[in-house]
């Protein structure tokens, strides 16, 4: 039960379509699987993301910072029709994904998080945010923004996505970009990928989720950022 | 000319440094001083070799900068820029030195810092090397034009995609045993290219060079002692010789070239190292190469000798050039996954190289133990090139 000052604090809810789970064969041939987050899981996330928030490095302290925040305001219902979608190897948490419906037709992304670097994970993951809001939430387009450099090259450049300036993104900071349905079809055959359905002994390594070792995760965020020539 | 050895080295962690560029290569030099165990000799000169610090780290000079932070006045200094081959350059200006008796000692450091810009913007300095007006302006970069090249190959030889992820897969896993590589990360075929999520695992860069194709952007420094034969006794235990260098250059334009798949520099430098060496590339037990792009170890093998033209891709599938195979290329990880500080690294082949020969290369030493190592450091797209041969003792 929930009093009446609580439940005016709390925005209506969209009815949200699920996101069914897939997996996806990493470079090194590890196999990630991605799937939907629960609200029951957010304080396994957070203690994972916390010591995130302290790394100068390539924004992961404020994406990390602001996702902490996200997935909080999510957990206490004080943001509308979020959803997380998590990748875990081997049952460790991989990378963060997140965003929200607008509305019935209109999806907003917020951020991508890898905690595992140098395969890739942020590409795949993003790639299914961008898979749930078309083809699960049938959406007709996604408002983006980036908050740092390999975020731009990644989403504005890779798929290629549109400017929407007109549309200021819900994070503040630079307008937004915008990927449609079209932009989306045009970029699935090479950016999203996996494997449904997941075998339910595999889809079981990913409960409960599990914190990669802390120093591995810290170094190989600090240190291995893959970029090429 | 006197003979010359290497009697010491030293190299710092690859990858995306935490220090500043000069900080890094007085770790390097710091290091290979105290394997040289100088004692109180002299150093008579330094050589520097690096690429982009004047426009990347805003900084030149660097050998004058290196002698007064690392207080080896009065050394006579030098800094030597010769794109990616800058690091083989600054050695061969340091073996003159010392085989001419102009000096005695020398220090030999290679360093860049490339990860002070973003990776845009090192690919656009790297790609200041190719002609400027009928390459650079219309946009070529060195993953284009080893593309180009890469295609070529492809067509003639019977290379496929498969052959350039073996090369990939396998100086992975030999990084993975380097502690100093930059990437420590194992791939697998599946994962890279014949699985479904590959696609997006190993994204296109120019085709058909996809990601796992092309080296990192690194960070690093190398640097190693020269003395003379007669010296290197007293300074070191286990010296390496410096048996040959040769020096090859090709037209500036790849285009210009009767055939643009014949790496004419790289075959004409490895002949004069060889003929310097008195050896043949059957003598060699282990090389390492300039893969700066998976296609450039399988030409590379074939230009220096070691395998007939076109054949390199089937020695790779026979597995000779795995790390306990005939001719082990690039144990070290190569420029693949060990990294491409481009300055650096021709010094840093040497430095592996001397490892190997030494018997040093802890993990990743080739079982064999070989007694005659070779390297080619690929300068330009191949328009200026050195191969070094070096041999296990004075």
Same mark, same amino acid.
């Given at each position: 039960?929930?009093?009446?000052?609580?439940?005016?604090?709390?925005?209506?809810?969209?009815?949200?379509?699920?996101?069914?789970?897939?997996?996806?064969?990493?470079?090194?041939? %590890?196999?990630?699987?991605?799937?939907?987050?629960?609200?029951?899981?957010?304080?396994?996330?957070?203690?994972?993301?916390?010591?995130?928030?302290?790394?100068?490095?390539?924004?992961?302290?404020?994406?990390?910072?602001?996702?902490?925040?996200?997935?909080?305001?999510?957990?206490?219902?004080?943001?509308?029709?979020?959803?997380?979608?998590?990748?875990?190897?081997? #049952?460790?948490?991989?990378?963060?994904?997140?965003?929200?419906?607008?509305?019935?037709?209109?999806?907003?992304?917020?951020?991508?998080?890898?905690?595992?670097?140098?395969?890739?994970?942020?590409?795949?993951?993003?790639? $299914?945010?961008?898979?749930? !809001?078309?083809?699960?939430?049938?959406?007709?387009?996604?408002?983006?923004?980036?908050?740092?450099?390999?975020? *731009?090259?990644?989403?504005?450049?890779?798929?290629?996505?549109?400017?929407?300036?007109?549309?200021? !993104?819900?994070?503040?900071?630079?307008?937004?970009?915008?990927?449609?349905?079209?932009?989306?079809? &045009?970029?699935?055959?090479?950016?999203?990928?996996?494997?449904? +359905?997941?075998?339910?002994?595999?889809?079981?390594?990913?409960?409960?989720?599990?914190?990669?070792?802390?120093?591995?995760?810290?170094?190989?965020?600090?240190?291995?950022?893959?970029?090429?020539? | 000319?006197?003979?010359?050895?290497?009697?010491?080295?030293?190299?710092? %962690?690859?990858?995306?440094?935490?220090?500043?560029?000069?900080?890094?290569?007085?770790?390097?030099? !710091?290091?290979?001083? %105290?394997?040289?165990?100088?004692?109180?000799?002299?150093?008579?000169?330094?050589?520097?070799?690096?690429?982009?610090?004047?426009?990347?780290?805003?900084?030149?000079?660097?050998?004058?900068?290196?002698?007064?932070?690392?207080?080896?006045?009065?050394?006579?200094?030098?800094?030597?820029?010769?794109?990616?081959?800058?690091?083989?350059?600054?050695?061969?200006?340091?073996?003159?030195?010392?085989?001419?008796?102009?000096?005695?000692?020398?220090?030999?450091?290679?360093?860049?810092?490339?990860?002070?810009?973003?990776?845009?913007?090192?690919?656009?300095?790297?790609?200041?090397?190719?002609?400027?007006?009928?390459?650079?302006?219309?946009?070529?970069?060195?993953?284009?034009?080893?593309?180009?090249?890469?295609?070529?190959?492809?067509?003639?030889?019977?290379?496929?995609?498969?052959?350039?992820?073996?090369?990939?897969?396998?100086?992975?896993?030999?990084?993975?045993?380097?502690?100093?590589? *930059?990437?420590?990360?194992?791939?697998?075929?599946? #994962?890279?290219?014949?699985?479904?999520?590959?696609?997006?695992?190993?994204?296109?860069?120019?085709?058909?060079?996809?990601?796992?194709?092309?080296?990192?952007?690194?960070?690093?420094?190398?640097?190693?002692?020269?003395?003379?034969?007669?010296?290197?006794?007293?300074?070191?235990? &286990?010296?390496?010789?410096?048996?040959?260098?040769?020096?090859?250059?090709?037209?500036?334009?790849?285009?210009?070239?009767?055939? +643009?798949?014949?790496?004419?520099?790289?075959?004409?430098?490895?002949?004069?190292?060889?003929?310097?060496?008195?050896?043949?590339?059957?003598?060699?037990?282990?090389?390492?190469?300039?893969?700066?792009?998976?296609?450039?170890?399988?030409?590379?093998?074939?230009? $220096?000798?070691?395998?007939?033209?076109?054949?390199?891709?089937?020695?790779?599938?026979?597995?000779?050039?795995?790390?306990?195979?005939?001719?082990?290329?690039? +144990?070290?990880?190569?420029?693949?996954?060990?990294?491409?500080?481009?300055?650096?690294?021709?010094?840093?082949?040497?430095?592996?190289?001397?490892?190997?020969?030494?018997?040093?290369?802890?993990?990743?030493?080739?079982?064999?133990?070989?007694? !005659?190592?070779?390297?080619?450091?690929?300068?330009?797209?191949?328009?200026?090139?050195?191969?070094?041969?070096?041999?296990?003792?004075?």
């Amino acid at each position: 039960m929930i009093d009446e000052l609580e439940a005016m604090l709390r925005p209506p809810v969209l009815e949200m379509a699920p996101y069914p789970p897939k997996s996806i064969v990493l470079a090194n041939g %590890q196999t990630m699987v991605v799937r939907q987050a629960s609200i029951d899981e957010v304080d396994a996330m957070l203690r994972i993301i916390q010591p995130v928030t302290w790394l100068n490095r390539d924004f992961y302290d404020i994406v990390s910072a602001r996702l902490f925040a996200e997935l909080l305001g999510w957990k206490k219902y004080r943001v509308r029709n979020e959803y997380c979608l998590v990748g875990t190897v081997n #049952g460790e948490l991989a990378g963060i994904v997140n965003g929200r419906m607008f509305d019935e037709q209109h999806g907003v992304s917020y951020h991508t998080l890898a905690l595992k670097r140098g395969v890739r994970v942020g590409a795949h993951l993003f790639a $299914a945010k961008m898979e749930h !809001h078309i083809e699960y939430l049938k959406q007709d387009e996604v408002w983006i923004v980036a908050e740092s450099p390999i975020g *731009h090259r990644r989403w504005m450049i890779e798929y290629p996505l549109q400017t929407k300036f007109e549309v200021q !993104h819900e994070l503040g900071g630079a307008p937004s970009w915008v990927l449609t349905r079209d932009t989306y079809f &045009k970029a699935k055959p090479r950016l999203v990928t996996g494997t449904r +359905p997941v075998p339910p002994e595999l889809l079981a390594t990913s409960y409960p989720i599990r914190e990669p070792d802390l120093q591995t995760m810290l170094v190989q965020i600090e240190d291995t950022l893959e970029a090429r020539i | 000319m006197r003979d010359v050895a290497i009697v010491g080295v030293g190299s710092t %962690q690859f990858g995306r440094a935490q220090w500043s560029l000069l900080k890094m290569m007085c770790e390097a030099s !710091h290091e290979a001083i %105290q394997d040289a165990s100088l004692g109180d000799r002299k150093i008579d000169a330094v050589f520097v070799a690096n690429m982009g610090s004047a426009r990347n780290n805003r900084m030149a000079g660097l050998a004058s900068a290196l002698v007064d932070r690392m207080n080896l006045y009065p050394a006579a200094a030098e800094t030597i820029e010769n794109g990616p081959a800058s690091g083989a350059s600054a050695f061969k200006m340091g073996f003159l030195g010392v085989a001419s008796g102009f000096y005695d000692v020398v220090l030999v450091c290679g360093g860049e810092r490339m990860r002070e810009v973003n990776n845009l913007e090192a690919t656009e300095f790297v790609s200041f090397l190719s002609h400027r007006y009928a390459e650079y302006v219309y946009g070529v970069t060195l993953p284009g034009l080893a593309a180009l090249f890469a295609r070529m190959y492809m067509e003639r030889y019977g290379v496929t995609n498969e052959h350039l992820a073996m090369v990939a897969i396998k100086n992975h896993a030999n990084g993975l045993l380097n502690r100093k590589a *930059h990437i420590r990360d194992s791939i697998t075929m599946e #994962g890279i290219l014949t699985g479904p999520d590959a696609i997006n695992n190993n994204p296109w860069v120019s085709e058909p060079l996809r990601f796992y194709d092309c080296c990192p952007v690194s960070d690093g420094s190398s640097a190693l002692i020269l003395a003379p034969a007669n010296l290197a006794k007293e300074l070191c235990r &286990k010296p390496v010789r410096v048996a040959g260098i040769g020096q090859g250059t090709d037209t500036h334009a790849v285009h210009e070239r009767p055939d +643009p798949t014949e790496l004419t520099a790289v075959r004409i430098a490895s002949q004069k190292a060889f003929h310097m060496a008195g050896l043949t590339p059957q003598d060699i037990g282990v090389a390492e190469l300039h893969d700066a792009f998976t296609i450039l170890e399988i030409a590379e093998s074939e230009e $220096a000798g070691f395998f007939p033209k076109g054949e390199g891709h089937k020695a790779l599938e026979r597995g000779e050039t795995q790390i306990n195979g005939r001719l082990p290329i690039n +144990p070290s990880g190569g420029l693949k996954a060990r990294g491409h500080p481009v300055g650096n690294t021709g010094v840093s082949q040497l430095v592996e190289l001397s490892l190997q020969l030494r018997g040093d290369a802890g993990k990743y030493q080739v079982p064999s133990r070989p007694k !005659h190592g070779f390297t080619v450091n690929f300068g330009g797209f191949g328009n200026n090139v050195i191969a070094t041969v070096l041999s296990e003792g004075v």
